[in-house]
């Protein structure tokens, strides 16, 4: 079955730090480019972050740029989120998602279940 | 504010049909074949819809439609059922800059 897991959420002070972890089953996961969205309380999706198949090739909102970071390890077939500096406005469910097409931007076809993060002290 | 606009509501009976917009610009949704559409049952995964603003993914039924006219795409239900209750987002690509903006949202009731 393919399946994401995310992983890492919880309840961190503003400024704190937090890595999401988002593992991979029933697909060749090194082919796809993944990303990571978000949905705040009551509010719609926002996509965060992007990176290629290979992990050469990053993407970021610009409300992350330098804060955030994402990568990728084939090997175990999981997608992280590093995120540093947080502010009370990156509290949301944070879903990682799996492009649909192996050849360049199409549409988002797999989803987690997501993790949920709050920053507030 | 999202970047897309849909409306926050919608209702229809069983077996009716209804249609919802997502409204965006010529940077995105007028400029790219790339819209979707995503189904978010409260606690779920969001599940993908429609891709490449009319396509049906495999296993989507075919009371499942998407239509795009300049800067505004649409999904159309038709036969509604009670399974259908949920919220539904479009997503459209934006290029290099800012890759993806999605809607609001809008949160379908069936009667």
């Known amino acids: 079955e393919v399946q994401l897991l995310e992983s890492g959420g919880g309840l961190v002070q503003p400024g704190g730090s937090l890595r999401l972890s988002c593992a991979a089953s029933?697909?060749?996961?090194?082919?796809?480019?993944m990303s990571w969205v978000r949905q705040a309380p009551g509010k719609g999706l926002e996509w965060v972050s992007a990176?290629?198949?290979?992990?050469?090739?990053?993407y970021y909102l610009d409300s992350v740029k330098g804060r955030f970071t994402i990568s990728r390890d084939n090997s175990k077939k999981t997608l992280y989120l590093q995120m540093n500096s947080l502010r009370a406005e990156d509290t949301a469910v944070y879903y990682c998602?799996?492009?649909?097409?192996?050849?360049?931007?199409?549409?988002?076809?797999?989803w987690g279940q997501g993790t949920v993060v709050t920053v507030s002290s | 504010q999202s970047a897309l606009t849909q409306p926050a509501s919608v209702s229809g009976s069983p077996g009716q049909s209804i249609t919802m917009s997502c409204t965006g610009t010529s940077s995105d949704v007028g400029s790219y074949n790339l819209v979707s559409w995503y189904q978010n049952h409260p606690g779920k995964a969001p599940k993908l819809m429609i891709y490449q603003g009319s396509k049906r993914p495999s296993g989507v039924s075919n009371r499942f439609s998407g239509s795009k006219s300049g800067n505004t795409a649409s999904l159309t239900i038709s036969g509604l059922q009670a399974e259908d209750e949920a919220d539904y987002f479009c997503c459209s690509f934006a290029g290099s800059g800012t890759r993806w903006v999605f809607g609001g949202g809008t949160k379908l009731t069936v009667l």
């Open positions: 998602a799996k492009y649909s097409s192996s050849s360049g931007p199409d549409a988002f076809d797999i």
């Open positions: 029933g697909f060749t996961f090194s082919s796809y480019a």
């Open positions: 990176i290629g198949s290979g992990g050469g090739t990053t």
